[in-house]
């Protein structure tokens, strides 16, 4: 055991060196700041891009800018791969987080041989551009990426990370011939969705008083919003990070961890603006007055902004461990808009979704793990993705094992496997009390009140007030940016350090790990984490009593104008007399066509036929088919695979009996050719392994049908899972 005062002795010299190096790197953090602020376009992006368009020059023009991603070394670009294309968020920091790194989602996609485009902003707004501009803009760039990849199958895959995602999903919902597959990361789209006791910020609208406080700070910032305000809130979640947790890890391993920290620094300070016209429509029509997943917005043209009508497959990927975009918050819109599982898949929408277990929000995006596992496999697989049947499905992702299936059909480490689900599986997973939703219609006309309060009788007199010099002051004092200036060269302060860290480091003497003044260190970090994490609990806990009971209240809900219990408290999307009647005609021309087409469609049929007896297809499954289509010279595009898939899969829900009935009248005159068929559909059911017992008598349906002979396949026993998932 090591002596008391040795140990001491050790520890101290090890812990001032720490102080000295910490110090050298908080110098370091604030000279990055200053030169990434310096740019003019800063970015994170660690691969390199080339301008396409610079939507400051547009007719309506906004601070936003499409550049095309330069493959790296060694990564070949495949012509025929459909284009991704990232939007990053503009939630207060600057762009480039989605490609931060080798392992993220656009070094993924570059991997898998798709063409990359990244679409980006200035630090400052365009005077006078708003959401609407912003969405012209980005059509703008869809379009374009179009354009220069022709030979490409599929539209454009677009990655929403965080608030970019409701930005996409307004955007597909007004163009929807522009995209491809839509991938929504961490993207909050139902505002109010939630469980009791879960994170806090879904209450903090209401006990701000509303809106009128984004207001005042537009005003006070001469017309500008300053995004600090909002990574303050997003720190303010959790303390014990914020105020702990991330410089002790720092200081603990400063050897080591420096590089990474500084790394993630220079996103994480750098603070961009929006106008304050851009925020006041994001807090009033979405943060709290949650209008978007119950079609209520309405553009300036008179359109009724409606999630209903993106055809594309839309991927929803959240985490359990997400404080800032907890999964009821980033799966709550669909249950929003359907009442019922017929009706999704009546509107031919494809809704896939994956749950992570614990990541933070900032891992979804930066978590090298994450970008290796879901973001992989989600760029690998996207055009099985874009082909799934209308439906609710989960990604569900296990590991590859020896004794899998036809191992040369598996792209990667992990398996995907897209199972259906039902909209109670999305219930369970949004939780809460349908009637919470009057708290938060009371709240929001509180917030429509104080705004129009604030706007007649204060905003005036704050517009005089404010100008250019006191927006700017206001904005280099803010605690979030006062950090990063406080410590640089620039400081006489810390001009000094640079030559004594050198001296430390070398002269560096660490204490060794069975130090036991690092286990009492590491002991008192742990309580100061247990410390903050309960003043966490405690507050949230206040905050959302508070928020319950003033809106609540009888009184408050009968001021606000809401009715009885029984009323709704908001609009929901019902079928307009114009989609009924549109159903009813898509119906009917099913129906009449159940009987049509050949073998290529009585193949579809059966294939889908025989899925429906097992929880959902595989990425073999789809390896398979591509390989035949391959085989057989690619004769039909991805496009018309799909919509194939989309017209059989709908026959077979209106009328399966008569679906497959029909089947010997399809490929009556094949002959041999109906022969070849079944060997290849034989071939694709048992691509993923063995059948399931449903599978097995379904197939042997559609070989009877068909007029071959039936042949053994291996079947799964009755309860036997496909494979162990976690």
């Not at 970008?371 to 590991?399: K, Q, W």
Request: aromatic share 8%; glycine share 10%.
């Amino acid at each position: 055991m090591m002596n008391p005062w040795t140990a001491g002795l050790e520890y101290a010299i090890d812990a001032w060196q720490r102080n000295i190096l910490f110090l050298d790197v908080m110098r370091q953090r604030g000279n990055q700041y200053r030169e990434h602020m310096a740019q003019q376009a800063p970015h994170v992006l660690e691969f390199k891009p080339t301008l396409v368009i610079d939507g400051r020059h547009l007719a309506r023009p906004v601070n936003y800018a499409l550049v095309a991603i330069v493959p790296p070394p060694g990564v070949t670009i495949d012509p025929e791969r459909r284009p991704f294309v990232v939007f990053d968020p503009r939630a207060g920091h600057g762009p480039g987080i989605g490609g931060f790194k080798a392992d993220s989602e656009i070094g993924v996609a570059l991997r898998a041989g798709h063409p990359c485009y990244f679409v980006g902003f200035l630090p400052e707004p365009v005077p006078g551009q708003t959401i609407e501009d912003i969405m012209a803009a980005e059509a703008l760039f869809l379009e374009t990426v179009i354009a220069r990849h022709p030979q490409a199958e599929g539209k454009p895959c677009v990655i929403g990370n965080c608030q970019a995602g409701w930005a996409v999903m307004m955007l597909a919902a007004v163009r929807p011939e522009l995209f491809g597959p839509l991938i929504l990361v961490g993207s909050p789209l139902s505002y109010w969705a939630g469980q009791p006791g879960g994170p806090g910020m879904r209450y903090s609208g209401g006990l701000l008083g509303g809106s009128w406080l984004t207001a005042l700070l537009g005003d006070l910032g001469n017309g500008r919003f300053d995004g600090a305000w909002l990574v303050s809130n997003f720190e303010n979640l959790n303390p014990a990070n914020t105020l702990w947790t991330k410089k002790y890890n720092l200081w603990s391993k400063v050897d080591t961890e420096a590089e990474r920290y500084l790394g993630f620094e220079r996103w994480w300070g750098g603070h961009v603006t929006l106008n304050a016209e851009e925020i006041q429509f994001i807090v009033d029509e979405l943060f709290v007055g949650n209008r978007l997943s119950t079609a209520e917005i309405v553009t300036r043209d008179g359109v009724h902004i409606d999630l209903r009508n993106v055809p594309s497959p839309i991927l929803c990927f959240c985490s359990q461990g997400d404080d800032i975009t907890p999964p009821a918050q980033a799966l709550g819109w669909i249950t929003d808009l359907y009442e019922r599982d017929e009706d999704l898949i009546a509107h031919g929408q494809t809704i896939v979704y994956s749950v992570h277990d614990r990541i933070g929000h900032l891992g979804i995006f930066v978590s090298g793990g994450v970008a290796r596992r879901e973001h992989e496999e989600f760029a690998s697989n996207i055009d099985l993705i874009d082909v799934l049947p209308p439906g609710l499905y989960e990604a569900v992702l296990t590991p590859r094992r020896e004794d899998d299936a036809n191992p040369d059909l598996i792209g990667g480490n992990w398996i995907a496997r897209f199972e259906r689900r039902r909209l109670d599986d999305i219930r369970r997973i949004v939780g809460g009390d349908p009637g919470e939703e009057r708290l938060f219609a009371a709240a929001r006309r509180v917030s429509e009140i104080n705004l129009g309060l604030y706007r007649n009788f204060l905003q005036p007199f704050v517009r005089a007030f404010a100008n250019e010099y006191t927006a700017d002051l206001m904005q280099r004092l803010h605690p979030a940016r006062l950090p990063y200036e406080a410590m640089s060269d620039d400081r006489l302060i810390a001009r000094p350090l640079a030559a004594l860290a050198d001296q430390v480091r070398e002269a560096r003497a660490p204490a060794s790990p069975d130090n036991p003044f690092v286990a009492i260190q590491e002991q008192m970090s742990q309580a100061i984490v247990t410390a903050l994490d309960g003043w966490r609990d405690a507050r949230d806990r206040y905050a959302e009593g508070v928020f319950r009971a003033v809106y609540d209240a009888p009184l408050v809900q009968a001021l606000m104008g809401l009715r009885a219990n029984d009323a709704p408290p908001r609009r929901r999307p019902g079928h307009e007399p114009e989609e009924i009647a549109f159903i009813r005609a898509r119906i009917a021309d099913l129906k009449a066509r159940i009987g049509e087409g050949g073998l290529y469609e009585a193949f579809v049929r059966a294939m889908l036929y025989i899925g429906f007896g097992a929880d959902g297809p595989d990425e073999r499954d789809f390896a398979v088919l591509n390989q035949i289509r391959r085989e057989q010279g690619g004769k039909r595009t991805l496009g018309e695979f799909k919509q194939t898939v989309r017209e059989q899969f709908l026959m077979l829900l209106l009328d399966e009996t008569g679906a497959i009935e029909a089947l010997p009248g399809m490929v009556a005159t094949e002959g041999e050719r109906a022969s070849e068929a079944l060997a290849l559909l034989r071939r694709v059911v048992g691509a993923s392994g063995a059948l399931t017992p449903v599978q097995q008598e379904r197939l042997a349906r559609v070989e009877q049908l068909f007029g071959g002979t039936v042949e053994p396949v291996k079947t799964r026993r009755a309860g036997e899972a496909v494979r162990a998932r976690p």
